[in-house]
């Protein structure tokens, strides 16, 4: 006589359900139903990729770039390495920071800090331009923050620096917004002295010349998509 069950009794054996739980009605033919409780399975996954952490202290930045720890303090100390200062007292080091320095200094960058994303603040209130701008700076890397209130963006940038600054100084609901001294008081901070600082706007010449002065990197006219990809290093 053959037995009915036999396929799936061989698949538990073989491991295919890991149980399973039959009822039978009683009639002239003989149903089965049965349900899979459980099927248990392997999966394969993708390896955990870990990030480095967000401030670093000398001592790991030295070991990355496989120099004396006096050596990273005297980077600080000169100016070279930005750093910022914990409520306790002790130097701290942005990852993205160190980063920076072993590009600018032609250094090979650490695998520790490979996958570090170099981070953008952008003041827009148009909302087509910002998704533009945020996914031409995504493809070059970036980690993107937009912000329609310039005082909003501001105090992001003193609280968590970035390495680019974007601003539209003439975008809706910035009137009253006196730009050359916010940025000149960006450039006197020294955890925001470092960060680069790109004008997109249409304004006139002495009003230019003032955010240069000021500590601007360069004014780039509203729309001239080529000169601001060019200014984004």
């Known amino acids: 006589m053959i037995d009915p069950f036999l396929d ?8 295919e359900p890991a149980a399973m739980e039959f009822h039978s009605m009683a009639g002239k033919t003989a149903c089965v139903v049965w349900e899979v409780v459980t099927l248990e399975r392997t999966e394969q996954k ?14 790991q ?20 390495l930005n750093a910022l200062t914990s409520p306790g007292g002790l130097l ?17 960058v650490p695998a520790e ?8 603040h952008v003041v827009e209130t148009d909302k087509t331009v910002s998704r533009s701008l ?3 700076l995504k493809a070059k890397g ?8 310039p005082y909003e963006a501001l105090i992001a940038t003193a609280k968590e620096p970035p390495e680019l600054l974007i601003v539209d100084v003439r975008a809706e609901g910035t009137a009253g917004f006196e730009s050359s001294r ?32 000021a500590g601007v990197e360069a004014v780039i006219p509203r729309g001239d998509a080529a000169a601001l990809t060019k200014a984004v290093k």
């Open 113 to 120: 800090l490979a996958t570090v994303k170099r981070r953008v």
């Open 61 to 80: 930045v030295a070991a990355m770039l496989q120099v004396h720890p006096k050596t990273v303090y005297y980077w600080v100390r000169t100016g070279r």
């Open 8 to 15: 799936e009794r061989n698949d538990i054996r073989q491991g």
């Open 92 to 108: 701290r080091v942005r990852a993205e920071d160190a980063r920076a320095l072993c590009q600018s200094a032609g250094m090979p």
């Open 46 to 59: 993708d390896p955990v990729v870990e990030q480095p952490p967000r401030l670093l202290r000398l001592a």
């Open 142 to 149: 970036f980690d993107v923050r937009t912000f329609e209130d």
């Open 182 to 213: 916010a940025i000149a008081a960006l450039r006197r901070d020294d955890t925001t002295k470092r960060t680069r600082v790109l004008v997109w706007s249409d304004i006139e010449a002495n009003e230019q010349n003032a955010l240069l002065e």
């Open 134 to 136: 945020v996914r031409n």
